[in-house]
């Protein structure tokens, strides 16, 4: 049954809904659920009214969050009053204390770091991503020139329609706002054992799979779980002190945009999967570029003589002869004894550059490239793994044929390269040193297959392939693209010319036996990228899928939470933050968790018999997917402004193996969600816009469902329960879904005031709530008041055969618990799905929007209004903290309630996400 709710406003307002879509209080807004959990901003009167049925609620009572004794009163006050989540009226709000709009978690805070003249006649260039050609150099003599000429050296002519009119060097296409750049590195799930604190005692149970999760048995489209890389591990990297690297040079309008249908245009998708190449005009906007040059230019200066060792290595196939060079005079005499002229290197070459460098960290994990990517690739999702620089120098000589994908360390036919020139690159006729494509070459498994793998096969291209093309000339901004397996090369150089390139593999791809045992030993096909690759190849489980921060997923954004309980690392990153010292180095170690629009962190609670930290089981997950895959066709209701599509994510994990079930909702709930909303999507021509709403709003409630049925199944042993609260965003539409007691809200910050005001929250499922205990007594379950005194909740028990009590969870609803879910009355629907028209909020004024999802280890112990109060200052505040310090500070304030209500013997795990709900009004 689909229900509205209005909120009568004592100025006069009409109420207009009486159905799906309604408004409220002027906000656009509708709800599916039996009983809707619309919680907005409160007005003078405080009235709710149900304006499907005319009946009018009760306005709320107190909203004091407290814990133990003092939360079961408030609970049986709040029920008295049929309200859960009352808010302070605006109207009000200059009575009540100043405390509400400044919210909790004090100290010291960092504020956010701010934000065509004739060419002389060249010859040609090099590897797009990471190559020096097959073993053995190409000298000046064998020029490649002849070989051309024979083959009649085709030039692919662009379009003229396909490449967009520049003003001011940006293209003049209508630019989105997405998301800001999130990267995700990300953190390592708790362990899978543990106390639970919402159980009355916990059973014995054998070790089960989820303490060693095997990856090989989750064949289905990746999973969030694979998607995960191991925080831990990361390892900082710092720039060398004599060039500052740490300038903030890359304008994220651009690159937190996704690419646009005009660029990545069905023809140009069909010439890359043809062709195995193709090329993007004006994908990057100047100031993108020119800056970004000036910093790899210092690099590269910086680390000539790497580079030099790296060629004699490749050349004498040892390192302890590249070792042995200490001077660049060196490596040219050692290159010369064998019998490689230092002129006829095709180039220098620098790996891994994001690594150090800021600017191209920005742009190796940049949402365009990425984005661009997976939809060329054709892959759900894609991991960075490397990028260069190429330093072709006058007298280089040139680069031979070679396919990139022979010298990476996988076994996949997804990998591609995005080639960047840092200044303009003229026609071939005049010099132009751009890639020379072989047509098709990706797709001749037969050359590799039957000619071998040292070389030879290149000795007779003439012959075998009749296509030979280019994409010069090529301004700055213009990108061309190439897959692993497509054969390039390039001619010698006249001029001095730089290029970058990144290169991105199919996240599914796994790690060969021979690249991942032998780095020093015999590799299968050629070893030049081995600098690149051998500080991690060895750390990760071959013909397996693996996560590693060295090579991050990168698409779809992926954000998970690092833990202030455990993880050392994260609050020492955090408190420099904080102080503002090595902000960009803080960030850097920080970047899997949260960024300026976007951040999550968790802190495992403190529970069972043993106080040590070690023995701690964090129950909690959460996740923040940015963009969400949702494919929203141009008549849905949901396209355009700025294509913005988000999911956010807390999961509760209680009882024996609650953690897995958490784990297994934070995985499932993504891609089955997907899957129904991407449904809807198909349909959505043949829907009005009432219906697709409606549609979305089912396919959320449905999720959850799904999700407890497909663990039913799946999950061995079967116990444990999560609760699950969902926030999701397409468009500037926001959808909100709620399963127990883990709470959403979604709330304004007012930039020209600085006032917080909350406009929305989910509805609790607790125990103690009288329409809850209800429905559960109903489906045969009771609730167990706890006695007079006890610091313990309201909790759903059986009683067996024997008399014996079981059950003993405090949230009427979760996903799990199947071991008495169903004689309870335990369900995974959530109470509720509501949505809400974000234009309708922020038209004609300064509000910015955001939503903040919290487990209830946070909500019982703070107040709505004042963890929306901190995160609206971290998110909008340019002079407040940093989003992480402001999340972080709201975990310290939630500890430090805990502590003085339970004597710090008890604390439950904590984890809060917090996004902006940004959109383009265009």
């Not at 060792?309 to 060079?325: I, P």
């Amino acid at each position: 049954m689909v229900k509205a709710y209005a909120r009568v406003v004592a100025v006069g307002a009409v109420s207009m809904a009486t159905l799906c879509p309604k408004t409220i209080v002027g906000v656009r807004s509708f709800s599916l659920g039996a009983t809707s959990a619309l919680q907005r901003a409160s007005t003078v009167s405080g009235i709710w009214r149900d304006v499907s049925s005319g009946q009018q609620l009760s306005p709320g009572g107190t909203s004091n969050r407290n814990i133990g004794a003092r939360k079961h009163n408030r609970l049986l006050a709040e029920d008295q009053t049929g309200s859960l989540r009352p808010f302070i009226p605006s109207a009000l709000a200059s009575a009540a204390s100043n405390e509400e709009q400044q919210g909790g978690g004090g100290g010291s805070r960092t504020k956010r770091p701010k934000k065509k003249k004739k060419k002389k006649k060249k010859k040609s260039e090099e590897s797009s991503s990471d190559s020096a050609g097959h073993r053995g150099y190409v000298s000046k003599a064998e020029d490649m020139g002849s070989l051309i000429d024979r083959l009649g050296l085709k030039k692919v002519e662009k379009d003229a329609s396909e490449k967009p009119k520049k003003k001011n060097g940006r293209s003049a296409g209508k630019e989105d706002t997405g998301t800001d750049e999130i990267a995700n590195d990300s953190s390592p799930s708790s362990s899978t054992a543990g106390r639970s604190d919402k159980s009355d005692s916990r059973k014995e149970k054998p070790k089960s799979a989820f303490e060693d999760m095997a990856w090989d048995s989750m064949l289905r489209a990746i999973t969030i779980q694979q998607l995960v890389d191991i925080a831990s591990k990361q390892k900082s990297t710092t720039a060398p002190g004599v060039i500052d690297y740490h300038e903030d040079v890359a304008p994220r309008c651009i690159l937190d945009q996704t690419a646009d249908t005009d660029l990545l245009s069905l023809q140009l998708q069909l010439d890359y999967a043809k062709n195995g190449h193709t090329v993007i005009p004006a994908f990057l906007s100047s100031d993108i570029i020119m800056p970004l040059r000036t910093k790899l230019v210092e690099y590269s200066a910086s680390r000539t003589l790497d580079a030099y060792r790296q060629k004699v290595e490749v050349a004498s196939g040892s390192a302890e002869v590249a070792v042995k060079c200490t001077t660049i005079e060196e490596c040219i005499n050692a290159l010369h004894g064998l019998d490689v002229p230092a002129d006829s290197l095709p180039f220098l070459q620098h790996f891994n550059v994001w690594k150090v460098v800021p600017a191209a960290r920005r742009i190796a994990k940049s949402t365009r490239l990425a984005d661009a990517a997976a939809t060329l690739l054709d892959v759900p999702s894609v991991k960075l793994y490397q990028d260069s620089i190429f330093h072709k120098r006058p007298g280089d000589g040139p680069t031979p044929w070679h396919s990139d994908a022979r010298m990476a360390p996988f076994d996949t036919s997804k990998m591609i390269t995005f080639w960047v020139p840092l200044q303009p690159i003229p026609s071939h006729e005049d010099g132009g040193t751009g890639l020379i494509f072989a047509d098709g070459s990706h797709s001749d498994f037969a050359l590799p297959f039957w000619n071998g793998l040292d070389g030879h096969e290149y000795e007779r291209l003439e012959e075998r392939y009749t296509k030979i093309s280019h994409h010069m000339p090529l301004e700055v901004g213009d990108v061309t693209v190439h897959a692993g397996w497509t054969l390039h090369c390039a001619d010698d150089a006249v001029d001095e010319r730089y290029a970058y390139a990144v290169t991105y593999v199919d996240a599914a791809a796994e790690v060969r036996e021979d690249a991942a045992t032998t780095v020093n030993g015999e590799i299968r096909g050629d070893d030049e990228d081995k600098w690149s690759y051998m500080d991690w190849v060895g750390e990760v489980n071959p013909r397996r899928l693996f996560r590693h921060p060295s090579v991050p997923v990168v698409w779809p954004k992926l954000l998970l939470p690092k833990d202030l309980g455990v993880d050392k690392g994260a609050v020492a990153a955090l408190a420099d933050l904080r102080s503002g010292k090595d902000l960009e180095g803080a960030l850097h170690r920080l970047d899997c968790a949260g960024k300026e629009d976007a951040a999550v962190l968790t802190m495992t609670g403190l529970k069972g018999d043993s106080k040590k930290r070690s023995s701690q089981i964090n129950q909690d997950r959460a996740v923040i997917l940015s963009p969400y895959s949702v494919a929203c066709p141009s008549e849905s209701p949901f396209s355009g402004y700025g294509q913005k599509r988000l999911l956010v994510g807390i999961f509760d994990g209680h009882n024996a193996f609650g953690e897995a079930v958490a784990q297994f909702t934070c995985d499932e709930l993504p891609n089955i969600l997907a899957d129904k909303l991407n449904e809807v999507q198909r349909r959505c021509s043949d829907l009005t816009t009432v219906q697709v709403l409606e549609e979305t709003m089912v396919a959320v409630a449905d999720s959850f469902v799904a999700v407890d049925s497909k663990g039913r199944v799946d999950l061995d042993p079967p116990s444990g329960g999560a609760t699950a609260t969902a926030v999701i965003q397409l468009g500037k539409y926001v959808f909100v879904a709620n399963c127990g007691d883990s709470l959403s809200c979604i709330a304004t910050y007012s930039k020209s005031t600085g006032v917080t005001e909350v406009i929305y929250t989910t509805k609790e499922d607790k125990a103690g709530l009288e329409e809850e205990r209800q429905r559960i007594e109903e489906a045969g379950g009771s609730v167990r008041m706890p006695d007079e005194g006890s610091s313990d909740v309201p909790r759903v028990v059986g009683v067996d055969e024997n008399g014996e009590m079981f059950g003993g969870i405090a949230t009427t609803r979760s996903i799990g618990d199947w071991e008495f879910s169903e004689q309870l009355g335990i369900t995974p629907e959530p109470n509720a799905v509501d949505g809400v028209d974000l234009t309708d909020i922020t038209e004609g004024n300064d509000l910015q929007v955001f939503a903040v999802c919290f487990s209830d280890g946070v909500g019982d112990a703070m107040r709505i209004e004042d963890i929306a109060a901190v995160v609206g200052k971290g998110l909008f505040d340019d002079n407040g903290p940093h989003l992480l310090t402001a999340l972080e500070d709201v975990l310290r304030e939630a500890k430090a309630v805990w502590g003085k209500d339970t004597g710090k013997t008890y604390r439950d795990d904590m984890t809060i996400a917090a996004s902006a709900l940004s959109f383009d009004s265009r």
